[in-house]
């Protein structure tokens, strides 16, 4: 399996609802990253979570990561429709930063 | 904000074609790179740049070339386009070699028959 892997690789709730997402990963990192990618559209940076923090938040977004586990997850609260898109994690490994590995991406429909 | 610009967002080639696709970006990233995009693949990291007339593999050159004689501009250059090159192509750039946080065009869909 790849560095990056997300967990589901669908996700489908209603407006309103929390959705969350999961990343894990192999080796050891510098940081890890959540991306977002609307439908066609290249991918806009949300959120960098560096190897010594454990939570960060940003608006609706709370990332949290464990790196005795190699996880991360990405809770968006109270969804919106907007939301809808695909949702990459990307990590920067410890040894190589020039680069970043991509997940699979988890694509979240949110209902109205 | 930082701007990348990709030439195209919809190509159509032939097979045999040679084809460039163009990237700039405009806020003086020492990092380029380009990416290809494929259903349930992911992002797939063909070639980078860390500096003007630099470059690296990534995890999938074969079939690509580069060029980077700006420091804002990286090209990404396909010799002889077959049909499994058709795909969606990113470009990105980022300041720095920490890995730090990468700004993205908006894609280019190439089509290769």
């Known amino acids: 399996s790849q560095q990056g892997e997300e967990d589901p690789q669908a996700l489908s709730i209603q407006e309103g609802e929390n959705a969350t997402m999961n990343c894990s990963y192999k080796t050891s990192i510098n940081n890890l990253q959540w991306y977002r990618q609307n439908s066609g559209r290249g991918l806009v940076h949300l959120i960098l979570?560096?190897?010594?923090?454990r939570e960060k938040h940003s608006g609706r977004l709370r990332v949290t990561l464990d790196t005795s586990k190699k996880s991360s997850s990405l809770l968006i609260t109270a969804s919106r429709a907007a939301d809808t898109a695909s949702y990459f994690c990307?990590?920067?490994?410890?040894?190589?930063?020039?680069?970043?590995?991509f997940g699979t991406g988890t694509r979240l429909q949110v209902f109205p | 904000d930082v701007k990348v610009t990709q030439s195209s967002r919809y190509l159509v080639k032939r097979t045999g074609e040679k084809v460039f696709l163009e990237c700039v970006q405009d806020?003086?990233?020492?990092?380029m790179f380009w990416y290809r995009q494929d259903p349930g693949l992911g992002l797939r990291l063909i070639y980078f740049s860390y500096d003007v007339k630099m470059k690296e593999k990534g995890d999938i050159p074969e079939g690509y070339s580069v060029s980077r004689e700006k420091k804002e501009r990286f090209s990404l250059i396909l010799e002889s386009a077959s049909t499994n090159q058709t795909s969606m192509y990113l470009c990105?750039?980022?300041?720095?070699?920490?890995?730090?946080?990468?700004?993205f065009g908006a894609g280019t869909r190439l089509s290769v028959l």
């Open positions: 990307a990590t920067a490994l410890a040894h190589n930063t020039d680069k970043l590995i």
């Open positions: 990105a750039s980022s300041l720095g070699r920490r890995g730090n946080i990468q700004y």
């Open positions: 806020m003086d990233h020492e990092n």
């Open positions: 979570i560096r190897s010594n923090e």
